[in-house]
């Protein structure tokens, strides 16, 4: 069972086509937090992006919706910093880099504290993969060598954020998404959930609610994938 | 300067649109061998088939042209299998699959020392990767650990193969190539090649020639990337 105290918002993009950044989830969001202060991870560098210049995109966002966002490199004591968050917020970029930087500062085992402790998790992209068991079903190119691919493993699975559908027309011998989780559960026997963009996952009360307007897809070793709709996923989707 | 003994074929795709399994390419490969004799390499295991299968699939390609191929995963003296080795064909698959397998089996040190003692060394792929300084811009899924992203480093640079341009008409808010290839260049240093599918490099007496009818993507740190047409690779290039 999931524990209980864990309170989650698993998106899989921050941005939609057409839409500025988290725009199309910020009711959601704000519904969420349940606080007006928020300790924003940048360690992921969308495009190599500084720390200040994403955490002032974060700030843009919200600010105006009476959110204090504070970017959690612009502590001394990284550590302090997230034991008196009131929320967490880990953006999307590079997952590699992310999960790095965050066992380098040694922050792993202290994040996983306050989210046990009912501090809200909110997480995008390469935010959203380190909420399952391991970074193993990441999109991203590897960068950088982290010590390790388990993630926080919030959650008893794997997640596959900016799920992409096999382009039927193409003409490119690159391998499909659905052939790289194919590959991964040769070796790997975690679900993995694939979270098309504009739809996320909302944990709370030990529950999971898919939400958004799209299906997710749902990929175990030795199964035909299955869509599964909007709404509370039964566990025996997930395990 | 590449060590003069080195001969490469650093193949971007053993399959391209339309044409069966290195059916393409298969001219090539007969001049580049000069060998009847190929060691095949299966670790890469492509959609996960077995060992067996892969293995298969080349023989199935080459046979009828007069090449006898044996699977490196069939031999129980798999050092000895290289070191006896006229010619090796590493295929493609996961990279990290791949990469992981040789660093376990201790082969990476036993593929260099032949390679430097002039045995021809085709790469498709994964096995393209690998010919570069570190597996760092592979497009595949970290579907497991590897104890670490160096590669053979024949070449002093990296290599991305399957290179594709973005999608003008793309909504999808996953990173494009060119995106990841940036996104690595904020922590690396080294060029990186993005080689068509079509495209592939011919490497001897260190001179590196870029074949196929396609140009290649050079990207280095803070510059725009330059597009190559096929030939003799200026050292300026890549270095």
Redesign the interface.
Known sequence: MINPNYRLLVIS??????SGYLEYIREEILDFLQTNELLFVPFA????ITHDEYTQSVKNALNPFGINVTGLHSYENKKEAILNAKAIFIGG??T??LLKTLYELGLIDTIKEVVANEIPYMGSSAGSNLTGLT???????????PP??DALQFLPFNLNP?Y?DPDPNS?????TRE??????????TQTVIGLR?GSWLRVENSVIELKGNLTARIFKPNQIPVEIVAGILNEEIYK
């Open positions: 993009t921050s941005t939609i086509h057409g560098r969308p495009s190599g970029g590079n590699f880099l970074i193993g079903t990441t999109n991203d190119m590897p960068i950088v060598y390790s691919f900016h992409l003409t490119h011998k690159g391998e052939t790289r989780i194919n590959e991964f559960h040769k070796f790997n963009e």
